[in-house]
């Protein structure tokens, strides 16, 4: 039986590959940090941090930073990489986090959203855990670039599709849900947001310099698209609070 979005067996090549490669290390993570912007004495969540390669970025901004995520190993280089003053957490987004209510001033969800079938939990965690005035900052599939490999030929559905990813040699098996625009939108709006700011941002200098060909490619269709989300204003529906770790 196959086995899907394993990160605890391949977190070692998964940590390698993305450290320094063209889609994260070269385009997807300046993207993201420059639509978070000046992190200085704020406190952010990293949701499904991973094995925290943006969670030190932030934190050498001079965040106050918190990491969460699924993954055991991911969480073991994260600590590694993190030190011991980077609080971390084991959470599934699928569930209600262990996290007071109004404790950050952003939530940054890079990269996560697509692994998800439903959104409303999550966005709903996201927006409890928010101080009055914070934000949320996604990054996530692009739906007009992801549904085309999937093959189902159906943009405006939602459905599960699979990949091959090949990272530091090894091969790993991938599986993400598609998304219609107007659908993510739908679960922004259902969760208490206004979408501030919509962003399919073209390649820096950085990837020209690394891959010309994946320079002109990107500069003609975004793989990802991002989202800067406000809340507004009304109070998150009661949950039960847990506290902070």
Same mark, same amino acid.
Not at 144 to 167: C, N
Not at 209 to 231: N, T
């Given at each position: 039986?196959?086995?899907? *979005?394993?990160?605890?067996?391949?977190?070692?090549?998964?940590?390698?590959?993305?450290?320094? *490669?063209?889609?994260?290390?070269?385009?997807? &993570?300046?993207?993201?940090?420059?639509?978070?912007?000046?992190?200085?004495?704020?406190?952010?969540?990293?949701?499904?941090?991973?094995?925290?390669?943006?969670?030190?970025?932030?934190?050498?901004?001079?965040?106050?930073?918190?990491?969460?995520?699924?993954?055991? *190993?991911?969480?073991?280089?994260? &600590?590694?990489?993190?030190?011991?003053?980077?609080?971390?957490?084991?959470?599934?987004?699928?569930?209600?986090?262990?996290?007071?209510?109004?404790?950050?001033?952003?939530?940054?969800?890079?990269?996560?959203?697509?692994?998800?079938?439903?959104?409303?939990? +999550?966005?709903?965690?996201?927006?409890?855990?928010?101080?009055?005035?914070?934000?949320?900052?996604?990054?996530?599939?692009?739906?007009?670039?992801?549904?085309?490999?999937?093959?189902?030929?159906?943009?405006?559905?939602?459905?599960?599709?699979?990949?091959?990813?090949?990272?530091?040699?090894?091969?790993?098996?991938?599986?993400?849900?598609?998304?219609?625009?107007?659908?993510?939108?739908?679960?922004?709006?259902?969760?208490?947001?206004?979408?501030?700011?919509?962003?399919?941002?073209?390649?820096?200098?950085?990837?020209?310099?690394?891959? +010309?060909?994946?320079?002109?490619?990107?500069? &003609?269709?975004? +793989?990802?698209?991002?989202?800067?989300?406000?809340?507004?204003?009304?109070? +998150?529906?009661?949950?039960?609070?847990?506290?902070?770790?």
């Amino acid at each position: 039986m196959a086995i899907f *979005n394993d990160y605890d067996k391949y977190a070692s090549a998964y940590d390698a590959d993305i450290e320094d *490669n063209v889609y994260n290390a070269l385009y997807e &993570r300046p993207a993201t940090l420059a639509l978070v912007g000046d992190v200085a004495g704020r406190r952010v969540l990293d949701a499904g941090c991973g094995s925290g390669v943006l969670s030190q970025a932030l934190a050498a901004s001079g965040a106050a930073v918190t990491g969460v995520d699924l993954s055991t *190993n991911l969480l073991a280089i994260a &600590r590694h990489r993190l030190g011991p003053d980077v609080p971390l957490i084991q959470a599934d987004l699928d569930q209600q986090l262990p996290i007071r209510s109004s404790t950050f001033d952003v939530v940054v969800a890079s990269l996560v959203m697509h692994y998800l079938h439903d959104w409303s939990g +999550p966005l709903s965690e996201f927006r409890r855990v928010l101080a009055p005035g914070g934000c949320v900052i996604i990054s996530t599939h692009h739906p007009f670039v992801d549904f085309r490999p999937s093959g189902q030929g159906d943009y405006l559905g939602t459905f599960e599709f699979t990949e091959e990813w090949v990272k530091s040699g090894e091969r790993f098996l991938m599986r993400f849900w598609h998304r219609p625009l107007h659908a993510m939108f739908d679960a922004f709006t259902a969760a208490g947001f206004t979408v501030e700011r919509v962003s399919e941002p073209r390649p820096g200098a950085a990837v020209r310099d690394r891959s +010309p060909e994946l320079f002109e490619q990107l500069g &003609r269709e975004a +793989p990802f698209i991002f989202f800067i989300l406000r809340s507004d204003d009304r109070d +998150p529906s009661p949950a039960g609070e847990t506290p902070s770790r």
